[in-house]
Every structure is written in C-alpha cells, then in structure tokens.
C-alpha cells in the first residue's frame, strides 16, 4: 500500500493527475494477476516454498529500486508492476501452501485468518507509510516495503510437507483452468472475489485523496488526525470483523451472509458519495463502517472457494481466483481515477459522489453472485 499511502505527495512531486494516480495504484495488481498462472504452474511443478522465495526477491528488489531510481511516473510504474508480479508468488502461493497442510474446518477458517493477515499487513503498510514519508522522505517507504518481503522468508523454515493427498504435482505449464470453469461453485466465489477487490482496492487507492478532499471542504477541521493513520485505523477496525463475518458464514452460510454484507456496502458507498463534502466526524465514521463492510466478507469468500476445491482442483481454483480477482483490483482503482477526471477533477464533490457509485458496482457484483442460480447439470 506504499504508492496510496504517498499518493497526494506523489501526485505533487510527479505532477500527476487522476487517471496516472489510478494506473500507479492498480499496476500493482495487474502485475500480479499476468504471473499467476505462470508462479501457480510452478508452484504445481516443484516445491511452493522455492517460488516463494524468489518471488520475495522480486518484490523486495522492485522496492528497493523504486526508492533508488524512481523519478516520475512511468519509471515508477514499471516497477510497481514488476513488484506486483512479486507479490503473486507470495499471496496466492503462500494460500495454497496454507490449504495444502490443513483439512475440514481448520482449512476453512485458516483461509479467514489468511485474508486477515493481509489486511493487518496492509492496514501497517498505510501507518508505517506515514511515519516513514515525515521522518525520513518517501523513498523510506518502499525501502521498508522491500524489507517486508524479505522477512517474509524465515517462515519458510518453520512450514513442512503438505498433508498426503492434498497436494496434486502436475507438469503443466499453467493451471488447468477448465477444471476451475466446470465447477460452478468456485465460479460463484471467484466472480464474488472480483467484485470485492474492484471496490477494496479502489477505496484502498483513494481513501487518502478523499480525505484529504474532505478536511479541505472542512477547512481542516481534522483533529489532527493523519489520512494515513485513518486508513490505517479503518483496516485494523475490519480485521476482527472480517473473522467474526468469516465464522458466521460457516455456522449460517457464506451466501446469505456474504449477500447481506455486499448489499450493507452499496448502501454505505451511496451514504459516502452523497456527504462527500459533509462533516469531517460522519465521513470518517462512514469511512470506518465501509471499512468493514467492503473487505468483512473477504474470510467467507476465500473460504468458499476453498471449500469448493478438491486436491485436484485447488491449484487452478486458487490461480483463477486470484488472476480474476486483482484484475479487477487493478481496474477498480483506474476506473475511480477516470471518473474524478472525467467528473471534474479531485476538487469537485461531484466527482466523488459517481467515484463511490462505481466503487459501489463491485459489491453490486459479489451480491448478484451470491444471489446466482446455475443450472443444474444434465
């Protein structure tokens, strides 16, 4: 979350307008969704731990060059995607490895753990990120990214073999996707996934700009309080709840709930879009509440899909959720950045108002999903 959490400062320093602070914020993810089918193939050909690890290398040299080398925004934006391919091998790898040791409800609930790991993770990324830019410059900020990727390693030491059976070794090149496709239960997770990533990491990119947008309409009536920090905060508040949602899935059902979560955001970013310029103490609060009810539903989700998995199906499920899912990680954000522009610029309330409306449109996705009824097969 290195390039949000700059993204007003950067925006400034490399002159950049809405659309190129949207292409910097999502190339991240369209970096990690061109190599998965590549580092899934892999990981399906060889041990996992070994892709992980040179995928942590990628990621932490991507980082480490922005912060040596990067002066502007295409440099920059060469190297966020070559720190997103990185961090392929990392997420979506170390998920497999997780499901591969683990079996029934303890796969299942690890999974929620998983995506709360990543949100603590991110949720540091935004407070370090502020700490660092004011202490030491913005270079500071993806020195201590890269640094993250490399103590990522010794874990790997303490992870064993997968359990017998749960790990299927093939020889292809690329997952077999057509097995992912037969299966309309993991189709169901993986449309449901994209339209959650569309609208986490849109918001993820832009909540420091709106703030920012909002303490000026408020003439900084902010109480001190840091955008980064915010951002921050709003993570850290989904955390728990993303693991009580994830569990209430599994004693009532992912759909219903994951359906009743997607419907709750689409009324809260209509809320956000409509008060864009309201007062500093309800948007945050507001901010806080999509927080949880954007990303809440993550754990369920990534449970389903494993739970609609089997040994021979698990590397392609994961791989398409995952290419699917930060595709439109990556489109969300750009999308934002081309309606403010198209809208009238990051001055206009106007502009945030239809910038949260399409925001909206990924929980609009992941509820219509839940609600999908496949035919059943002949």
């Known amino acids: 979350m290195a390039i949000p959490a700059l993204s007003v400062d950067l925006a400034v320093l490399w002159e950049l307008d809405a659309s190129q602070i949207g292409w910097l914020g999502g190339i991240y993810f369209a970096g990690y969704a061109l190599a998965l089918p590549f580092l899934t193939g892999a990981a399906n050909r060889a041990d996992g731990r070994v892709v992980y690890l040179v995928a942590a290398l990628i990621s932490a040299t991507a980082s480490f060059s922005v912060a040596l080398f990067a002066d502007g925004f295409w440099l920059a934006l060469v190297l966020r995607f070559a720190a997103g391919i990185g961090f392929a091998g990392l997420h979506i790898i170390g998920m497999k490895m997780l499901a591969d040791r683990l079996t029934g409800a303890a796969q299942l609930r690890a999974s929620a753990f998983y995506t709360a790991a990543f949100a603590v993770g991110s949720g540091c990324s935004f407070l370090v990120a502020g700490l660092l830019s004011k202490l030491f410059g913005w270079e500071a900020v993806f020195v201590s990214a890269g640094i993250g990727s490399l ?6 030491l303490l992870i064993g073999p997968p359990l017998p059976g749960n790990e299927i070794r093939s020889n292809r090149m690329f997952p077999d996707f057509l097995s992912a496709f037969r299966e309309a239960e993991i189709i169901r997770y993986v449309i449901a996934y994209a339209g959650n990533l569309w609208e986490v990491f849109a918001i993820r990119v832009w909540f420091v700009p709106f703030l920012v947008f909002n303490l000026a309409a408020n003439e900084g009536s902010g109480l001190g309080l840091d955008p ?15 693991l009580v949602i994830a569990e209430l899935g599994v004693r009532w059902g992912r759909k219903p709930v994951i359906f009743a979560v997607s419907l709750a955001s689409v009324v809260v970013c209509g809320i956000l879009g409509w008060q864009a310029s309201g007062l500093f103490m309800l ?28 040994g021979d199906t698990r ?11 930060f595709t439109f990680g990556f489109l969300g954000p750009l999308a934002v950045g081309l309606t403010i522009d198209l809208a009238g610029g990051r001055d206009e309330p106007t502009a945030w108002f239809w910038a949260f409306m399409v925001m909206a449109l990924g929980s609009v996705v992941s509820a219509s999903a839940m609600a999908w009824k496949p035919k059943p097969h002949a």
């Open 315 to 325: 590397a392609a499920a994961l791989a398409l959720f995952g290419v699917i899912g």
């Open 283 to 310: 948007v945050l609060t507001l901010l806080l509440v999509h927080g949880v009810t954007s990303y809440g539903d993550v754990g369920a989700i990534a449970g389903g899909v494993v739970a609609a998995t089997t």
């Open 151 to 156: 103590l990522s390693l010794p874990a790997l």
């Open 228 to 242: 980064t920090t915010a951002v921050g905060l709003s993570v850290f508040v989904a955390v728990p709840l993303n």
